[in-house]
């Protein structure tokens, strides 16, 4: 039964060191105490998200439920200050909103908690700090260790989305709150700005795995004892990846789904098809804090299994294929032999490898893989054809020998089903750095004539191979623009197996569609447009024009508009001539702000150190808030 729901704007909720968090609270009207569901995320309630939250919160409120979405401390119109996103511990933050709200007289005492991207990862790092209130939670395109699954390295290469995201962060925390919200907006304004140092410089500060990396690992699996409704993207793969990895340390009671979406909430999954996500999490709350079970068959994997994709860098509204489920993922190895080979070219065979992280945010743009043959010229080669339909469901691996003639070196590798006309899709990716084979705690130099053994996992799948197809694996000695290059060319001898994790799973009916049309709140003013140019050279660029529109929040009048550009310049035959740009501008309109923030950063790297510069620059009505230039310079280690 559906419940009339109340909203109230902006509830403060206090932490024990006086700092206040900004919330919005959505409420069955008239229901007596109930359980309660928190979201809490850096990315600003009363804008960025506020389409996003339409489409959740309400509708878990109407079932039943409190809702509450916060800001996390020192974003949107929560006070204090968020600094390194890595570093900063949002536990006890969330901890204390929990015992809070357990405690409200419209709470029953029962708290669960949903969450995406960041979302998600704090909702399972705090499910291991285990809150006495908190009893069920949903995460989705999460990671539960930053370094090895995310958007800054993979394999210990460095993924240039860790420049991006750095810029990104960067001009998030630049932003001031809602003047409605906050009556000295400007004063906290400037106190954001004046704390604010560029994020690149812990993460690229730390190339191995270590202490500031270990802040966001869970090491005790045992402690994380709460049912868990888990969802991960394929399209998604930095942050898919971790389900191979977590599902197996998981003692609680949980439910997977591998859906065929991008970087999003099923239920708005891109491409699709997506299906009612909502719904589902309205009956796994419902049955937990009715004390009943969470799931029928907990430890099952429901995945859409894709078939017969179309290569191409805009994603498809609905994806062919079946939906399946299985166990878990598949334990069943079918390998395959390499045949000893050269690797030496292709640094920029990722030209048209599409976005390490797509998402589509604002509207559908060029972001994922296009058709892989052109980045084949200068890649080696194994074919295998398929005599039969190939049912993939899980993580392929290559285990093999390199023997290097550089003392650093990455290996890339490609994953692809060509069909009979010769067109080849990505299915999957995996990089690695040589140099970290034995250890990414400690990397080393390559002995040149040296085999290294090494293991480099591909992108987790659902994947049907047609009968009369090829599938292929292509190794490159990069994958620019995606990852940046080792300092100097170098040529790999590679031999070795490629596992396949082989199984079909049990096909399901599927999952409803989400409810058609539901309102947002917020109006489009002008169009998100995003070009993506590509130049083969040399040198090799790509150009990515990212106009996100401008949007007006029709509740309260903000309006709010984002522009990225970004340019990934590189030589192949010099490594060191890699260059990246990134520039992002925020605007933020309301009453008397009139706010807006560009930020600036460029990065290169010669053979022995990377060279960052960012600037920001803040205006309100065209007057000067802040300016700031940082500079850096970082030692390379071994990469």
């Known amino acids: ?25 959505w409420r069955p009207d008239g229901a007596g105490p109930v359980p309660a569901i928190l979201e809490i995320v850096p990315y600003r309630r009363r804008d960025v998200t506020w389409a996003r939250d339409a489409t959740i919160h309400p509708r878990l409120a109407a079932a039943g439920f409190a809702c509450l979405r916060v800001d996390m401390r020192g974003s949107g119109d929560s006070e204090g200050l968020l600094s390194d996103s890595v570093k900063v511990t949002a536990g006890a933050d969330t901890e204390e909103c929990i015992a809070w ?18 979302g998600g990862a704090n909702v399972i790092f705090t499910a291991a700090r285990r809150p006495p209130a908190l009893k069920a939670a949903v995460a989705c395109c999460f990671s539960h260790d930053t370094y090895q699954f995310g958007m800054f390295y993979r394999g210990g290469a460095i993924l240039n989305r860790v420049f991006g995201w750095a810029t990104t962060v960067t001009a998030l925390n630049a932003r001031p709150p809602d003047p409605d919200v906050v009556d000295d907006w400007r004063g906290v304004w400037r106190e954001r700005l004046s704390d604010l140092t560029p994020q690149l410089d812990g993460f690229l500060r730390n190339q191995s795995r270590g202490p500031y990396w270990d802040n966001r690992l869970i ?40 859906t065929p979406s991008m970087h999003r909430y099923p239920h708005q999954s891109l491409p699709g098809p997506s ?12 049955r937990v804090f009715a004390g009943q079970p969470a799931f ?3 430890g099952e994997v429901r995945a859409f299994r894709r078939e017969g994709m179309p290569p191409g860098p805009m994603p498809h509204p609905e994806t062919e294929g079946t939906w399946v489920a299985a166990p878990a993922l598949a334990q069943a190895w079918d390998v395959r032999t390499l045949t000893p080979a050269d690797v030496d070219g292709g640094i920029a065979a990722g030209v048209d490898g599409g976005e390490v992280m797509p998402w589509c945010a604002f ?60 067109r080849a899709t990505r299915i999957g990716f995996g990089v690695a750095s040589l140099n970290r084979a034995d250890s990414d705690r400690t990397p080393r130099a390559l002995v040149p004539g040296e085999a290294v053994r090494v293991s480099v996992p591909l992108d987790v799948t659902a994947y049907r191979l047609r009968r009369g197809h090829v599938l292929r694996l292509s190794a490159t000695t990069g994958h620019w623009p995606q990852v940046w290059p080792a300092p100097a060319p170098v040529r790999l001898r590679v031999d070795g197996v490629l596992r396949l ?18 309102p947002t709140g917020r109006v489009e003013v002008t169009p998100p447009r995003r070009t993506r140019e590509v130049d083969a050279g040399p040198p090799a660029r790509v150009t990515v024009r990212d106009d996100m529109g401008t949007w007006r929040i029709e509740d309260h009048g903000m309006t709010f508009a ?7 310049t590189v030589v192949p035959a010099d490594p060191t001539t890699a260059t990246a740009r990134v520039l992002i501008e925020w605007r933020h309109a309301k009453g008397p702000m009139d706010a807006r923030v560009v930020v600036e950063a460029y990065l290169q790297g010669d053979a022995d150190a990377f060279a960052s510069r960012c600037t920001v620059h803040a205006t309100d009505g065209g007057g000067d808030v802040h300016r700031d230039v940082f500079e850096s310079v970082i030692p390379r280690e071994w990469n």
Do not use: Y
Request: aromatic share 8%; with cysteine; hydrophobic share 45%.
């Open 501 to 518: 994790p082989v199984a079909s799973g049990t096909p399901i009916a599927p999952p409803p569609p989400p409810p058609p049309n539901l």
């Open 562 to 568: 984002t522009v990225q550009h970004e340019d990934w």
């Open 1 to 25: 039964m559906d419940h009339p729901v109340a909203r109230t704007d902006t509830v403060w909720i206090p932490m024990s060191d006086g700092t206040r968090l900004a919330a919005t609270l």
């Open 275 to 286: 299906f009612d996500a909502v719904g589902e999490w309205i009956a796994f709350f419902g």
């Open 363 to 422: 509207a559908t743009g060029p972001e994922l893989p296009a058709e892989q043959t052109p980045a084949d010229a200068e890649a080696t080669v194994w074919d295998w054809p398929v005599d039969a339909p190939l049912d993939l469901l899980g993580r392929p691996v290559a285990d093999l020998s390199v023997v290097p003639d550089a003392p650093v070196a990455q290996l890339a590798l490609r994953l692809m089903d060509v069909d009979p006309s010769g």
């Open 296 to 298: 029928d068959r907990p």
């Open 101 to 118: 709200i357990a405690a409200r007289d419209w709470c029953d005492g029962q708290v669960g908690m949903v969450g995406i991207s960041w």
């Open 219 to 258: 090491r005790d699996w045992s402690k994380v004892d709460i049912p868990l409704w888990l969802a991960w993207g394929q399209h998604d793969p930095m942050f898919a990846n971790a389900a191979a990895d977590l599902l197996p340390r998981l003692h609680a009671p949980w439910q997977a789904w591998l």
